[in-house]
């Protein structure tokens, strides 16, 4: 955070969990979400815990609602986090502002950080990970594969911590991914044999199922705990970022 950063000038319908961290005059949002809350809903989707409760506009990519006051309120999503994933997302309140953000999402202006515990296979990793990504339907949801062709994936990784456990060996990496694809990071370390904790698509079962009975962390140990965007807007410079704390669960598997 920094100094450019001032009060919320209005509530949001956020969902339990989730919270306000941070807020630019521009009309910039850092919002916490919790795992197991979509950043918005699927198509069709019933009963889903959702970032906002509102009303969602899948073709402008907005939550709208009537707020306590009366007054129309929009609020734009920019990019998205996985349900099972927890941490920072980033969205706008005006369009103006969410469209620069967009493009600087596009354009490989933000750099994101994420935490992730994986199982860890004792190996050197190479800092730099490159993959070609494929996305699949398969029993009516998203698969995603490493493949010789695809959608580029590319990601910078480092070990912060590692440690043995009761359940083996685990670390803890930071990920700064360069582009956004479906499930990249998941994938990504799955690919390289290091399965990240409570992934239920892409991990260790067994060891999943051993450390939720051991120590009831029942969730995807992925986590977006750092943004930092740079972009222009109404002729002025923003240099601006947010962060999110790592949470409890990750210390508890790393104690």
Not at 104 to 112: D, G, I, L, Q
Request: charged residues 25%; glycine residues 6%.
């Amino acid at each position: 955070m920094n100094n450019n950063t001032s009060i919320s000038p209005f509530d949001l319908p956020l969902e339990r969990g989730c919270k306000i961290l941070d807020y630019h005059p521009s009309g910039i949002w850092a919002i916490e979400k919790t795992t197991g809350v979509l950043t918005h809903p699927n198509p069709q989707g019933k009963d889903e815990r959702t970032l906002l409760r509102g009303t969602y506009d899948i073709k402008h990519e907005k939550y709208h609602w009537i707020d306590a006051q009366g007054n129309k309120r929009d609020f734009y999503l920019v990019h998205r986090l996985d349900s099972a994933t927890s941490g920072l997302i980033l969205a706008a309140s005006n369009i103006k502002i969410a469209e620069k953000l967009k493009n600087a999402f596009h354009n490989r202006k933000v750099k994101k950080t994420y935490l992730a515990i994986v199982d860890y296979n004792g190996k050197k990793i190479i800092p730099t990970w490159k993959d070609f990504l494929q996305k699949k339907m398969f029993k009516g949801k998203i698969r995603v594969f490493a493949a010789k062709s695809g959608d580029l994936a590319l990601t910078s990784v480092s070990i912060e911590r590692n440690t043995s456990t009761q359940y083996g060996d685990l670390a803890l990496l930071k990920l700064n991914p360069k582009t956004g694809r479906t499930h990249q990071l998941r994938v990504q370390c799955a690919n390289r044999k290091l399965p990240i904790i409570g992934d239920r698509t892409y991990g260790n079962f067994a060891l999943n199922r051993k450390i939720s009975k051991t120590t009831k962390v029942q969730r995807l140990c992925l986590h977006s705990s750092r943004i930092e965007v740079c972009l222009e807007y109404n002729g002025k410079s923003i240099k601006w970022e947010s962060e999110s704390a790592m949470p409890r669960a990750f210390a508890r598997l790393l104690h």
